[in-house]
């Protein structure tokens, strides 16, 4: 199966890649044969991905850095890189090439110290493969001390060496180095298309499929999950009740805190799955003894203090990605409600909750719809801002109630 498959409803930035592709493997083919390079190219040394969330801009990354190590030898019979098949296009999709540097972070931001590591591995030429292939997941993220050391490597890149950004759109990068990337938009995909999708690779029965693409208006990865794991359905049932329970000051108040509760602990579960094994095997690298209450070696104290500040970061980091999940689901119920009170002719993303949407839809007019969810865009615009998650929902759960 061609890389190009996994890429839902982006046949305009499939067609350009697999273009692009094309031709840095003419120019590879042509620096190792030692003849003069095309005359014209598609390809170039930075890539910037853009598009909302659940547009697929990671996936079109790593596609594009398996087709730039394609081996396969039906290139040179006109074939197109990107098999899908080769060990350069499996090993880049698995995440397991030695040319290839996936980055993505858990944590709130990627700061100085990981980017300089970065930009490091950038001026080493390929070990094994056609390129030497950096693909950024969360560019977003960047620090501006961090964009700033990213910035001279894209500037002067090595002559193998290819940059694909990922970020949500073209203003969470700074301009400077935006300027010096080639831009592709991708949208996102029809709610079709992605129940298709779950249909053909995942198994899931067409009804389900249909249900959980709908429901998350075509972001691939959110529709997979609610369409596989119950526990998430249940969360986004409880989340779409909200609504209905902040008829005074009290219930505005209640739903707030359990809203914030239900994201503070899926933080401490993913803490509980990942940081206990994380402590341990750093304590067993720096040569501790068996059990959590065994000396530490002096002067590893600094290293674990590390660890611990690493394993904060990324628990806030959850539960604010939490949050902002359950936030995309009030949204798109107040969406519904609008929709209703508008007579719009688009499909409603929440069908199985007709009643309750139809029931606000009648107590209130577009106006207040249009308030409540600029009130919920504020209540994500604070959370990004640093402002304390509870104060931040609380003030939204009241503005819901006033609308």
């Known amino acids: 199966m061609p890389v190009w498959d996994d890429l839902v409803g982006q046949e305009r930035v499939q067609t350009q890649l697999a273009a692009a592709a094309r031709d840095a493997?003419?120019?590879?083919?042509?620096?190792?044969?030692?003849t003069p390079p095309p005359a014209a190219s598609k390809m170039t040394h930075a890539w910037l991905f853009t598009g909302p969330p659940g547009s697929g801009r990671a996936t079109a990354a790593r596609a594009f850095a398996a087709a730039l190590q394609c081996t396969s030898p039906d290139r040179a019979l006109g074939g197109e890189p990107g098999c899908?098949?080769?060990?350069?296009?499996?090993?880049?999709?698995?995440?397991?090439?030695?040319?290839?540097?996936?980055?993505?972070?858990d944590l709130l931001s990627i700061g100085v110290k990981?980017?300089?590591?970065?930009?490091?591995?950038?001026?080493?030429?390929?070990?094994?493969?056609?390129?030497?292939?950096?693909?950024?997941?969360?560019?977003?993220?960047?620090?501006?001390?961090?964009?700033?050391?990213?910035?001279?490597?894209?500037?002067?890149?090595?002559p193998r060496t290819v940059w694909l950004l990922c970020a949500p759109s073209l203003e969470d990068v700074l301009p400077t180095i935006?300027?010096?990337?080639?831009?592709?938009?991708?949208?996102?995909?029809?709610?079709?298309?992605?129940?298709?999708?779950?249909?053909?690779?995942?198994?899931?029965?067409?009804?389900?499929?249909?249900?959980?693409?709908?429901?998350?208006?075509?972001?691939?990865?959110?529709?997979?999950?609610?369409?596989?794991?119950e526990s998430a359905r249940t969360r986004r049932a409880a989340v779409l009740k909200l609504p209905l329970r902040v008829d005074d000051v009290g219930d505005c108040l209640k739903a707030a805190q359990e809203l914030v509760d239900a994201a503070a602990e899926d933080a401490k579960q993913v803490a509980e799955e990942v940081d206990t094994k994380e402590t341990e095997e750093l304590r067993t690298a720096l040569g501790a003894g068996a059990g959590a209450g065994s000396r530490m070696p002096r002067g590893t104290a600094g290293v674990m203090k590390e660890l611990e500040d690493r394993q904060k970061r990324r628990r806030t980091r959850t539960q604010r990605d939490t949050l902002d999940l359950a936030l995309t689901d009030l949204t798109g119920f107040y969406r519904d409600v609008l929709a209703l009170q508008l007579g719009s002719s688009v499909a409603i993303a929440n069908e199985e909750i007709r009643p309750d949407l139809d029931r606000i839809a009648r107590a209130s007019g577009p106006e207040r719809t249009l308030r409540r969810i600029e009130a919920i865009i504020a209540c994500r615009d604070a959370l990004d801002r640093n402002v304390a998650p509870l104060l931040a929902v609380e003030a939204m759960t009241m503005s819901l109630r006033a609308g």
């Open 25 to 34: 493997d003419a120019l590879v083919t042509a620096i190792m044969d030692r």
């Open 84 to 105: 899908g098949f080769c060990d350069g296009c499996h090993t880049t999709v698995i995440g397991t090439h030695s040319d290839v540097q996936i980055v993505r972070t």
């Open 114 to 158: 990981e980017t300089r590591d970065l930009v490091r591995r950038a001026q080493l030429s390929p070990a094994v493969g056609r390129w030497q292939v950096i693909v950024l997941e969360d560019a977003d993220r960047l620090t501006e001390g961090a964009g700033n050391v990213l910035l001279k490597a894209v500037e002067e890149p090595a």
């Open 178 to 229: 935006r300027s010096r990337c080639r831009h592709l938009t991708l949208r996102t995909p029809t709610v079709d298309a992605v129940a298709d999708v779950l249909v053909r690779r995942d198994g899931i029965e067409p009804a389900a499929a249909a249900a959980a693409a709908r429901a998350t208006q075509g972001h691939i990865d959110r529709a997979r999950r609610l369409a596989t794991d």
